[in-house]
């Protein structure tokens, strides 16, 4: 076989990843984002905004905790599966799933222990000021553990291209399971405190894993027996991806906690119902996100920049269009879109909805560079950058948040954003020789 041949079939397999893994995240991100949007609007009419804001914040402090339990073995995951997979080298693979699991499951088990053993009563009494979160220190153990384990798993059948499985049973899409629950919550009374809603929602989470851990177990067993990763080599790996995910799980949802610092219980529901709305900006380069990470990690050990480049911003610009009609929606009846999904007390975030979905709109728009940096051996350019906008966030959010409220909040937090991904693109660029971002052009050619 010829090169232009090899390179024409290397091709074709490209285009057919992304159409099925693309059909299958947009299903499961688009399922969950319906269901998403039904679940916030019932939350908002269960408990009073002040619970809101606890289920918020433990949703946060949760998500958080997790990050770092999980001790970057997710990314580390897919990139070595991957390349291994890309190889056709099973043993490795099977090697590298057996250690990335094991060694993320102690990390969970490791930060739920210390919240269950009063970790987490002193970050709701001394940190985030909340008497009522601190009830629920021994959920909070028990949703981290679950959350790990369901990171892991999920993005491992992400890497071995079970893209539809890996969206609809990762934590963010456990709303599609959990929408019946909190239907049949308020059809029943129209009323449930939060006492009552956080613990179904961990429950759902837990039938999800159940669900996951399954499939994994079947994809699995088919992989040849055998094989070694290095614990010692795959930590060093993880150390930079885990600084990388703190940095940016502390941009996204830090924001929560300085805002919990600070304000009231109620003042953090409007701001979390703002920042959960925004979400749906980036829904669209998150379906992109659900199937890329593999094919880039393949692409990159094969050597085809080009066709890597050329898939990166295709399928930026095809995440872009909605992302701006969205943010645009938003600025006209921001509002109007506040009060019909969550009340009438919540149109005050509207300025906060908008600024906040500005800093979203530019993330999606130069496209998959986080990923590209960590699937092409760039994690310690993925460390640094991450942790310089989580730093740009903190200080800002402290001084915004002083001066404005919520308002100001909301300014770092874009800000943060948009920083750290135009840097990041910036290094993709010098680095890889290869642009990420949207461009018209790309959709005048053929599909990737």
Same mark, same amino acid.
């Given at each position: 076989?010829?090169?232009?041949? +090899?390179?024409?079939?290397?091709?074709?397999?490209?285009?057919?990843?992304?159409?099925?893994?693309?059909?299958? &995240?947009?299903?499961?991100?688009?399922?969950?984002?319906?269901?998403?949007?039904?679940?916030?609007? !019932?939350?908002?009419?269960?408990?009073?905004? %002040?619970?809101?804001?606890?289920?918020?914040?433990?949703?946060?402090?949760?998500?958080?905790?997790?990050?770092?339990?999980?001790?970057?073995?997710?990314?580390?995951?897919?990139?070595?599966?991957?390349?291994?997979?890309?190889?056709?080298?099973?043993?490795?693979?099977?090697?590298?799933?057996?250690?990335? !699991?094991?060694?993320?499951?102690?990390?969970?088990?490791?930060?739920?222990?210390?919240?269950?053993?009063?970790?987490?009563?002193?970050?709701?009494?001394?940190?985030?000021?909340?008497?009522?979160?601190?009830?629920?220190?021994?959920?909070?153990?028990?949703?981290?553990?679950?959350?790990?384990?369901?990171?892991?798993?999920?993005?491992?059948?992400?890497?071995?291209?079970? $893209?539809?499985?890996?969206?609809?049973?990762?934590?963010?899409?456990?709303?599609?399971?959990?929408?019946?629950?909190? &239907?049949?919550?308020?059809?029943?009374?129209?009323?449930?405190?939060?006492?009552?809603? !956080?613990?179904?929602?961990?429950?759902?989470?837990?039938?999800?894993?159940?669900?996951?851990?399954?499939? !994994?177990?079947?994809?699995?067993?088919?992989?040849?027996?055998?094989?070694?990763?290095?614990?010692?080599?795959?930590?060093?790996?993880?150390?930079?991806?885990?600084?990388?995910?703190?940095?940016?799980?502390?941009?996204?949802?830090?924001?929560?906690?300085?805002?919990?610092?600070? +304000?009231?219980?109620?003042?953090? %529901? =409007?701001?979390? %119902? &703002?920042?959960?709305?925004?979400?749906?900006?980036?829904?669209?380069?998150?379906?992109?996100?659900?199937?890329?990470?593999?094919? $880039?990690? +393949?692409?990159?050990?094969?050597?085809?920049?080009?066709?890597?480049?050329?898939?990166?911003?295709?399928?930026?610009?095809?995440?872009?269009?909605?992302?701006?009609?969205?943010?645009?929606?938003?600025?006209?009846?921001?509002?109007? $879109?506040?009060?019909?999904?969550?009340?009438?007390?919540?149109?005050?975030? %509207?300025?906060?909805?908008?600024?906040?979905?500005?800093?979203?709109?530019?993330?999606?728009?130069?496209?998959?560079?986080?990923?590209?940096?960590?699937?092409?051996?760039?994690?310690?350019?993925?460390?640094?950058?991450?942790?310089?906008?989580?730093?740009?966030?903190?200080?800002?959010?402290?001084?915004?948040?002083?001066?404005?409220?919520?308002?100001?909040?909301?300014?770092?937090?874009?800000?943060?954003?948009?920083?750290?991904?135009?840097?990041?693109?910036?290094?993709?660029?010098?680095?890889?020789?290869?642009?990420?971002?949207?461009?018209? =052009?790309?959709?005048?050619?053929?599909?990737?």
């Amino acid at each position: 076989m010829s090169t232009s041949d +090899e390179d024409e079939s290397a091709g074709v397999d490209v285009g057919l990843l992304l159409r099925r893994g693309g059909v299958r &995240a947009l299903i499961g991100v688009g399922g969950t984002a319906v269901a998403w949007l039904g679940v916030n609007a !019932l939350l908002a009419r269960l408990p009073t905004p %002040a619970e809101l804001g606890v289920f918020f914040l433990a949703q946060a402090s949760a998500m958080i905790a997790a990050t770092g339990a999980r001790a970057g073995m997710t990314h580390a995951a897919v990139r070595l599966i991957a390349a291994a997979m890309g190889r056709g080298d099973g043993l490795a693979a099977r090697a590298a799933l057996r250690t990335t !699991l094991l060694l993320g499951l102690l990390g969970g088990v490791v930060v739920s222990l210390a919240l269950w053993l009063g970790g987490g009563r002193w970050l709701a009494y001394r940190v985030l000021g909340s008497s009522l979160l601190a009830d629920f220190a021994g959920l909070l153990a028990l949703w981290t553990l679950i959350l790990t384990a369901q990171f892991l798993v999920a993005e491992a059948l992400r890497a071995f291209h079970r $893209i539809g499985a890996a969206v609809v049973l990762a934590p963010g899409a456990t709303n599609i399971l959990f929408f019946p629950v909190a &239907a049949w919550m308020w059809f029943r009374s129209g009323v449930a405190p939060v006492e009552d809603v !956080l613990p179904s929602l961990v429950a759902t989470h837990a039938t999800a894993l159940v669900v996951a851990a399954l499939l !994994l177990w079947s994809v699995g067993r088919s992989l040849p027996k055998g094989g070694h990763a290095s614990a010692s080599g795959v930590m060093a790996l993880a150390a930079p991806l885990l600084l990388s995910d703190l940095a940016f799980v502390i941009s996204s949802r830090g924001d929560l906690w300085l805002v919990g610092s600070f +304000e009231s219980d109620a003042h953090v %529901a =409007l701001y979390g %119902a &703002a920042a959960q709305l925004c979400l749906l900006i980036s829904m669209s380069i998150k379906v992109v996100n659900s199937v890329i990470p593999p094919i $880039i990690a +393949e692409l990159f050990v094969r050597g085809e920049r080009v066709q890597l480049e050329g898939t990166l911003q295709y399928t930026a610009t095809l995440a872009s269009v909605p992302a701006i009609a969205g943010f645009l929606v938003f600025l006209i009846a921001g509002p109007q $879109i506040l009060e019909f999904i969550y009340g009438e007390f919540y149109r005050d975030a %509207a300025l906060v909805l908008v600024i906040l979905a500005a800093g979203h709109v530019c993330h999606v728009v130069v496209g998959s560079v986080g990923l590209t940096l960590m699937m092409t051996k760039h994690e310690h350019a993925t460390m640094r950058l991450s942790m310089l906008g989580a730093a740009i966030m903190v200080g800002g959010c402290l001084a915004g948040g002083a001066v404005a409220g919520i308002v100001g909040v909301a300014v770092a937090t874009a800000a943060s954003l948009v920083v750290t991904n135009i840097s990041m693109w910036f290094v993709v660029r010098t680095q890889l020789r290869v642009s990420t971002h949207a461009s018209l =052009l790309r959709l005048r050619r053929q599909s990737p």
